[in-house]
């Protein structure tokens, strides 16, 4: 059995040989890192270059939690430089989540033009569109609508089910993370997409955490598996049949080889 992780930010691993000589050994056959910013893309290409087990694709972007550095100009120039290397634009979207941009029209806007562009140049590009969507959910759901993108894929979504529903509608993916196995919003989400339209992730380095508050453990590709292992539980599907269907959803969507 192999798994494929469709979001890590393997430019912020630290041992990173060491992860993926265990992440292949887990079973882990590929991994999508995502970029955030120019530096993270520049690395991601490398780290890409350098590693053929598990094979690794990166996806060019501009987070949101980014937009406020300045450098749009020179990450898009790398982007389109770079452009037949992507599987993805991402990771890209909205995030409204913190009081301090809530309180700020000036940066929504920001984020939400630079966010329109990105949508663009996949759309121009023929790439998916990878999202980020916290606190912004519907607002990011109506601009890639607008935009009129065809492929996204609303990474690690724990948002309302009203706008979950619209994603679907729309022909569009959610992702899931290890947060299945506590998460009261990710698990809603995971039971109500159709299986056939969620990936699986880790979002490498997200800190979990497992008991509570008490412990927790930093995501490496191969905390794949538990994401796996959490949504085949909750959809009362074999792990072997899940597997088999989330991989070739990933293969689908990034037109994987």
Not at 46 to 56: C, E
Not at 186 to 211: F, G, M, N
Not at 234 to 242: C, G, I, M, S, T
Request: net charge negative.
């Amino acid at each position: 059995m192999h798994i494929i992780d469709t979001h890590a930010h393997l430019d912020h691993v630290e041992n990173l040989p060491e992860v993926l000589a265990e992440a292949s050994r887990a079973g882990i056959s590929s991994i999508i890192t995502m970029g955030e910013d120019l530096a993270s893309n520049q690395k991601n290409f490398q780290i890409s270059r350098d590693f053929s087990a598990p094979r690794i694709y990166p996806g060019f972007g501009m987070h949101p939690g980014s937009v406020h550095r300045e450098e749009w100009k020179p990450c898009r120039d790398f982007i389109l430089e770079h452009i037949a290397d992507a599987v993805a634009i991402g990771e890209i979207g909205l995030d409204f989540w913190y009081q301090w941009v809530r309180k700020d029209p000036v940066l929504q806007e920001k984020q939400k033009d630079i966010f329109r562009c990105q949508l663009q140049i996949a759309q121009e590009h023929h790439l998916p569109a990878v999202i980020h969507s916290r606190g912004a959910w519907k607002e990011s759901l109506e601009i890639t609508q607008d935009v009129g993108h065809a492929k996204a894929l609303f990474h690690w979504y724990s948002g309302p089910l009203d706008v979950l529903s619209g994603i679907i509608e729309s022909g569009y993916y959610i992702s899931c993370s290890p947060s299945l196995s506590y998460s009261k919003p990710s698990q809603e989400a995971a039971c109500q997409a159709p299986l056939e339209r969620i990936l699986i992730e880790t979002d490498t380095p997200v800190y979990y955490r497992t008991d509570g508050r008490k412990s927790g453990f930093t995501a490496t590709p191969k905390d794949v598996i538990r994401t796996l292992e959490a949504l085949s539980h909750l959809r009362q599907v074999p792990v072997e049949e899940a597997a088999e269907i989330l991989n070739a959803n990933a293969c689908r969507f990034f037109e994987l080889k």
